[in-house]
């Protein structure tokens, strides 16, 4: 049930509850931005050899299947050879950040320079899109073939 505000010609007690309303309105824009902030996403364990190496998910520019192996090529360093699967890093990564766009490749959309003649450049790479990928990859990027 709503309950009926009367307003008596008291002009301090209107700007007063506007001002409660302005309060309110500030208070609860804080809350959301504070509860929808942007966390970075946790880091991705990788083992390599006998070692296992805590890899950011932001330094990875694209993953290549490599017979059993996969290599991880990424921006801070040479790539790590590890013994993952591409399926692995295809269920463990974003989806909204990274794309599988070969059977061979998954790629970081955040470190594609361009996109010519289905292949995409990532530093000095040029990475094979497959006509089975081209329309997952399009879809990420919103556009249509």
């Known amino acids: 049930m709503l309950n009926r505000i009367s307003f008596n010609g008291d002009a301090a007690a209107l700007h007063s509850l506007a001002a409660y309303f302005?309060?309110?309105?500030?208070?609860?824009?804080?809350m959301h931005q504070l509860l929808h902030k942007e966390q970075s996403p946790l880091p991705i364990f990788v083992k390599e050899g006998s070692k296992i190496i805590?890899?950011?998910?932001?330094?990875?520019?694209?993953?290549?299947?490599?017979?059993?192996?996969?290599?991880?090529?990424?921006?801070?360093?040479?790539p790590l050879l590890s013994q993952s699967s591409l399926k692995y890093f295809e269920e463990h990564l974003d989806n909204s950040l990274f794309c599988r766009v070969?059977?061979?490749?998954?790629?970081?959309l955040a470190q594609i320079s361009y996109i010519e003649h289905k292949r995409i450049r990532i530093g000095?790479?040029?990475?094979?899109?497959?006509?089975?990928?081209?329309?997952?990859l399009m879809n990420h990027l919103t556009l249509k073939e």
């Open 102 to 108: 070969h059977r061979s490749y998954i790629v970081s």
């Open 22 to 30: 302005d309060k309110l309105d500030k208070a609860l824009a804080e």
């Open 54 to 78: 805590r890899l950011p998910r932001e330094e990875i520019m694209y993953i290549e299947g490599y017979g059993d192996y996969v290599k991880i090529h990424r921006s801070g360093g040479k």
């Open 124 to 136: 000095n790479e040029l990475i094979p899109i497959s006509e089975s990928y081209l329309p997952s």
